[in-house]
C-alpha cells in the first residue's frame, strides 16, 4: 500500500502482533480482513477453510505498523487442554508448557490446527479471540479459553455476529471471565472508530506495545483523511474529462455528413461510460478494495438511451419540473416561484435549487447532443465534431453519482463480500449545503462547463468538492441521527 500524501511512521522494534483464534467459521477470518484492510482474504462459510496460519502485515509505505495472524479453528481443546494440565507443576509453568506442547506435538496430525494456532501466542502475538454471538454460549468454549489463557499473553474477546439471533449478553458473562476486554464487534459492517478502539484496548492490555500502536492509530486516521482527499482529486478530473470530452471524425468534400452522427455519438457514450468506470476503479483501489463486485445503472445505455432521461434525474434529486423551471431560478422565475407553482409540494426544493443552476433557458440535456459542429474545409476535407456536452447539469449527475460511490466505498470493512449495489436516493445532498457553499460549487461547475476549462482553477473546483464531500455525507448520516439508530458501514 503506498500512500504518498502521507507522513510515515518510524518502525518500531517491537512489532504488534495478533494472532486471531477461536471456533471454526465464527467469523476469524472476517475480523483480520477488516483490521488488516485486506479483501483477498478468503472469507467461507463452510469450517475448517483456514487449516495454517497466514500473516497479514498493516503495511503502509514499506513501514508495518501491525500484523495479523489468520489461524484455524480449535478442533480437540479438551483434550489439549488435559495434557496441558497433567504437565503443568504449577500456574508458574504455564505458559512454558504451552510451548512444549507445541514443540511436542507439532508433526502430530491431531493436532495441527491446535499447534498452529498457538505457535505465533508462544512466539510473542497477542490474541484475539472471536465467538459468534448469534449463537447461544455452550460449555464448549471453555477449554479454547481456558487454553489461552495459560499462555499468559494479553487478550481481549471480539464478539461477532454473524446470523440474526442476539445472544451476546451470555457470552458478554462468560468471556468476561477469561478476558480483561469483551468487545461487541460486527466486522463487515463495523465503523472505522471501532477498528481503531481495538488497538486502543490492546495497548492498554499491553504496555510495551502502547507506544507503536498510537502511532499506528495517529497514522490511521492521517490515512482515511488522505484518502478522502484523493478521492476527491479523482472525482474532479473525472468531472473535467467528460464535460470536455468530444469525438471528432474527418470529412470528405462532398461525403454525406448524416452517417456520422450515430457513429461519433456511440464512440462519446462509450467514453463517457468507460471514464466513469475508470473513476470507479481508481476510488476503489484508493481504499484497497480491489476484488469488490459493483451494481449501478450505467451513465450511458450500451443501447443508446437517454443519458438525462426522467430515471436519472429522479434518482441523483435533479426533477423534471426543476429542470423546466428557468435552469433552476436563474431566469423569470425564481426559486421560490418553484415551490409557488408546485403548490409546496416540492418541500421546499426550489428555494433549495434557487440560484444554483444558473444556465437560463437550460432546460433538457437531451437536444444538446444532437448534431455535429463542422471546421473549415482544408485540403478538400473538414473535421466534424460531436460534443462536448458543456452543462453544469451534466455535471450534477456525474458529481452525485460519484459521491454516492465513494461514501459507500470509503465506509466499506474489507471483510464484506456483498455486491456493492450504487443507487439514487431520494431527497438532495445539496440540502446540507450552505447557501455560499452551494453558490461556490455552482460557480466552479459552471467554469467547468465554459468552452475552455482553466486548469488553475482545477484546485477551487476540488476545494468546492470537499465541501460538497461533507455535505454528501452529513446527508448520509442525517436519517439515523433522526431516528437515534447505528448507521450502517
Known amino acids: 500500500m503506498h500512500e504518498p500524501d502521507s507522513p510515515t511512521p518510524a518502525p518500531s522494534v517491537d512489532l504488534p502482533r495478533f494472532a486471531v483464534v477461536g471456533h471454526p467459521n465464527k467469523g476469524k477470518s472476517s475480523v483480520v480482513a477488516t483490521l488488516a484492510q485486506n479483501d483477498s482474504i478468503a472469507i467461507a462459510m463452510e469450517p475448517g477453510t483456514t487449516r495454517d496460519s497466514h500473516r497479514y502485515p498493516m503495511k503502509v509505505d514499506e513501514v508495518t505498523l501491525y500484523e495479523l495472524i489468520d489461524t484455524p479453528g480449535f478442533q480437540r481443546p479438551r483434550k489439549v487442554l488435559a495434557w496441558l494440565q497433567g504437565h503443568s507443576l504449577s500456574a508458574s509453568d504455564r505458559p512454558e508448557t504451552v510451548a512444549a506442547f507445541v514443540t511436542q506435538h507439532r508433526d502430530d496430525p491431531r493436532y495441527h490446527d491446535e499447534c498452529e494456532l498457538l505457535r505465533p501466542i508462544v512466539e510473542g502475538a497477542g490474541i484475539i479471540y472471536v465467538v459468534d454471538g448469534s449463537v447461544p454460549y455452550n460449555r464448549e468454549h471453555e477449554a479454547e479459553m481456558?487454553?489461552?489463557?495459560?499462555?499468559?499473553?494479553?487478550?481481549?474477546?471480539?464478539?461477532?455476529?454473524?446470523?440474526?439471533?442476539?445472544?451476546?449478553?451470555?457470552?458478554?458473562?462468560?468471556?468476561?471471565?477469561?478476558?480483561?476486554?469483551?468487545?461487541?464487534?460486527?466486522?463487515v459492517r463495523a465503523p472505522f472508530e471501532k477498528h481503531l478502539d481495538l488497538l486502543r484496548s490492546f495497548g492498554q492490555l499491553a504496555p510495551h506495545w502502547r507506544e507503536p500502536l498510537d502511532a499506528a492509530l495517529e497514522y490511521l486516521q492521517a490515512l482515511k483523511f488522505g484518502r478522502d482527499s484523493q478521492a476527491l482529486e479523482r472525482i474532479a478530473d473525472a468531472l473535467i474529462d467528460m464535460l470536455g470530452h468530444q469525438e471528432t471524425a474527418r470529412l470528405s468534400e462532398f461525403e454525406d455528413a448524416s452517417p456520422l452522427l450515430p457513429k461519433l455519438q456511440q464512440r462519446w457514450q462509450n467514453w463517457q461510460r468507460e471514464r466513469e468506470q475508470r473513476l470507479r476503479v481508481a476510488v476503489e483501489d484508493l481504499y484497497q478494495h480491489r476484488r469488490l463486485q459493483r451494481q449501478e445503472e450505467?451513465?450511458?445505455?450500451?443501447?443508446?438511451g437517454d443519458l438525462f432521461s426522467e430515471r436519472t434525474r429522479q434518482l441523483w434529486g435533479i426533477s423534471k419540473a426543476q429542470l423546466a423551471a428557468a435552469g433552476f431560478g436563474a431566469g423569470a422565475v425564481g426559486g421560490a416561484g418553484i415551490d409557488a407553482v408546485a403548490l409546496g409540494h416540492s418541500l421546499g426544493a426550489g428555494a433549495l435549487i434557487g440560484g444554483l443552476l444558473g444556465a437560463a433557458g437550460s432546460y433538457y440535456y437531451s437536444d444538446k447532443l444532437t448534431k455535429l459542429k463542422f471546421g473549415p474545409l482544408s485540403g478538400g476535407f473538414r473535421e466534424a465534431v460531436y460534443g462536448p456536452l458543456r452543462d453544469p447539469q451534466f455535471a450534477y449527475v456525474?458529481?452525485?453519482?460519484?459521491?454516492?460511490?465513494?461514501?459507500?466505498?470509503?465506509?466499506?470493512?474489507h471483510a464484506g463480500r456483498d455486491v456493492l449495489v450504487v443507487t439514487g436516493a431520494q431527497?438532495?445532498?445539496?440540502?446540507?449545503?450552505?447557501?455560499?457553499h452551494r453558490n461556490g460549487l455552482q460557480k466552479s461547475l459552471q467554469a467547468l462547463a465554459s468552452r475552455r476549462f482553466d486548469p488553475s482553477k482545477r484546485q477551487r473546483l476540488i476545494e468546492q468538492l470537499e465541501l460538497a464531500q461533507q455535505a454528501f455525507a452529513q446527508w448520509q448520516l442525517r436519517p439515523f441521527q433522526e431516528s437515534g439508530e447505528a448507521p450502517p458501514n
Open 398 to 413: 456525474v458529481l452525485g453519482r460519484a459521491l454516492v460511490h465513494w461514501y459507500q466505498v470509503s465506509q466499506r470493512n
Open 427 to 436: 431527497g438532495h445532498w445539496l440540502a446540507q449545503m450552505e447557501r455560499s
Open 298 to 304: 450505467a451513465l450511458v445505455t450500451p443501447e443508446g
Open 146 to 187: 481456558n487454553i489461552l489463557r495459560w499462555t499468559g499473553r494479553p487478550s481481549l474477546a471480539l464478539i461477532n455476529q454473524i446470523g440474526p439471533d442476539d445472544h451476546s449478553a451470555a457470552w458478554e458473562a462468560a468471556l468476561g471471565q477469561y478476558f480483561q476486554i469483551v468487545r461487541r464487534f460486527d466486522a
